[in-house]
Each structure stands twice: as C-alpha cells, then as structure tokens.
C-alpha cells in the first residue's frame, strides 16, 4: 500500500510575496491614524508638524521596504534552514528572529541574514500562492523532530 500523504512535507518551500494594494493600503491607514491622533491632542502645533513630518518618513521607509522585501524570495529548504533568494538567483542563508506571528489568514515572518540586516515577510493570501502558504503553515506548526 503506497500512502503519500506525508509527501509533500518534505519538499523545499519558496515563497515570493508581492506587492499588495491592501496590505499597502493598511500601512498607510495606520500611518494617517497616528498623525491624526497626534493632531488631535493639545500639544503645541510645531510638535504636531515634528510628528507629522515623522508619520511621513516612517510612512516612505515603511512603503520602500515593503517594496524590497517584494523582490526577495523567503524559501525553507527540507532540513529547515531558512534562505532568502534575490532577483539574480543569488541565495544566502537566513535566521527567524522573534516575533512570528501565525494566523491562517496572514502570517508575519522576521528573518536577519549574517550582516543583521532583518528582512519582515508579510505572507497573506492577497501576495501568495495558496499552495506555498499551506505548505508554510503546516511546517511553521508542526515541526520535524530530529
């Protein structure tokens, strides 16, 4: 009797998120929502410019390294190592920092390569295939023991 039903477990994953209107629409939302909650306090109006000015850049650098990380490609290979492949085909091997956040609808993966420069992949079914984010999910969960 032949039971395949582990077999897709095994085999690497690859996910390339790409950019999405609605997760770039939330993060402007939630940028124009604390400027508005700044501008509706009583502190002096050059602080509120201050804040606005600075709900504006982290708004640019929000929107810049979401557009980035939508190039890279996050990929989990058969003995759980993380790797990030670039455009060029170029891979280096990451490592998950703190502050997964998993959720059958969306998931939130933070990995940092060997220079500490950290890499947030936001991983939905709006950016992704279904089939990698399955895949994903169930390896995140269920960990291989050695």
Same mark, same amino acid.
């Given at each position: ?48 410019? $201050? ?8 708004l640019l650098l929000t929107g810049r390294r979401y557009r980035y990380v $939508?190039?890279?490609r996050l990929g989990l290979n058969v003995r759980d190592q993380w790797f990030?492949?670039?455009? $060029? ?7 998950? &920092? ?6 059958? $609808?969306?998931?939130?993966?933070? &990995? ?25 999910? &169930? ?8």
């Amino acid at each position: 009797m032949n039971d395949d039903r582990g077999a897709g477990f095994d085999l690497p994953i690859q996910i390339g998120p790409h950019p999405s209107l609605p997760i770039l629409g939330v993060i402007i939302a939630l940028h124009g929502g604390a400027a508005a909650c700044v501008w509706l306090t009583s502190l002096p109006l050059w602080i509120k410019l $201050a804040a606005f000015v600075l709900a504006g850049g982290s708004l640019l650098l929000t929107g810049r390294r979401y557009r980035y990380v $939508a190039r890279l490609r996050l990929g989990l290979n058969v003995r759980d190592q993380w790797f990030i492949i670039d455009r $060029a085909g170029n891979s280096r091997p990451v490592t998950p &920092v703190s502050g997964l956040f998993l959720h059958p $609808a969306l998931a939130i993966l933070t &990995v940092a390569d060997e220079e500490s420069t950290v890499y947030p992949f936001i991983i939905s079914p709006l950016n992704t295939d279904p089939d990698s984010r399955r895949r994903l999910r &169930v390896r995140l969960r269920f960990r291989k023991t050695p």
